[in-house]
């Protein structure tokens, strides 16, 4: 029914009223029923006074536009959950390759993508090689660029643990792949704190477990976080303690002599920070930017 036929209703409804033919009660009563037949957006609302009409929303229409505002606010709460799956199952990457061509498995832990192996490129991302340094005397007394592999034995460490730089190299901000980083202290602290509240307990949880790799007791390892954290040792003047001790840099420096890093110890389950000389060679992990 359109809005003229109602209006004719109405007004025919009207006559019959003032011509005493149907009581006031009567009159509201048939007039409501004419606008919910109608469903229409427009309805006559007659004043009893003078017969003159206004135009107000029908029920009938108010109870559509709702449901279509519901309709609505779902398909958008939808559309938002969905944009938030694609943008968690994007990030969610299986491994990452460097430079090199070497190809390191990573792990999600606490909105962090982490490698869950320690950085072994020769090349910074931009194809410019690293200095390789095998001189004991000589890398303690660096102040640019170098990498190593404990004891100088490629074969026998850098699938395992990986290289060894000192922060010279870190320094440059070109050490991970493209769209990754040397982790700040800020980042360590998220992933030590991302089991426990109390941080001191993290090492376990990192840590590789068993004795595989690690020296024994290597305590309360149990790798639940699966980042499988390696003792590669570090180096100075000479090299030190593989099989008992991760030693991993952190992208900030403490002052201009030293910088921060991190340290997990086949004897603990703490997972420490402290900061020493920037000549160290210690193990890196990248993060996802």
């Known amino acids: 029914m359109n809005k003229e036929s109602v209006s004719k209703k109405i007004s025919e409804l009207f006559d019959l009223y003032k011509a005493g033919a149907v009581s006031k009660e009567e ?47 779902g398909i958008g709460l939808f559309l938002i959950a969905l944009v938030f799956l694609i943008y968690k199952f994007s990030r969610n990457t299986d491994s990452v390759k460097d430079i090199d061509g070497n190809v390191y498995q990573t792990i999600i832990i606490r909105d962090q993508i982490w490698m869950k192996e320690n950085l072994k490129t020769t090349r910074y991302n931009d194809g410019k090689p690293i200095p390789l340094v095998t001189d004991n005397g000589k890398w303690g007394a660096l102040k640019t660029p170098a990498y190593c592999w404990y004891n100088n034995n490629m074969n026998s460490n850098k699938n395992t643990y990986g290289a060894l730089y000192n922060w010279y190299a870190i320094d440059t901000k070109k050490l991970c792949p493209k769209g990754w980083h040397v982790p700040s202290t800020e980042e360590w602290t998220m992933l030590i704190y991302s089991k426990f ?40 003047s000479d090299f030190y303690l593989i099989g008992k001790t991760g030693f991993w840099w952190t992208s900030e420096e403490y002052n201009e002599i030293t910088s921060w890093f991190g340290i997990l110890e086949y004897d603990q389950q703490v997972f420490r920070g402290q900061y020493d000389n920037k000549q160290f060679g210690g193990s890196v992990r990248c993060v996802k930017n």
């Open 27 to 73: 009159y509201e009563k048939l007039k409501k029923q004419i606008f919910l037949d109608n469903g229409t957006e427009i309805i006559e609302n007659v004043s009893l006074d003078n017969g003159k009409t206004t135009e107000v929303k029908s029920q009938k229409t108010k109870n559509k536009w709702q449901f279509h505002k519901v309709v609505k606010i």
């Open 197 to 236: 509240e109390n941080g001191s307990l993290a090492g376990g949880s990192l840590k590789e477990a068993g004795t595989q790799h690690w020296a024994s007791p290597n305590t309360l390892a149990t790798n639940s976080t699966g980042f499988t954290a390696l003792p590669g040792g570090y180096r100075f």
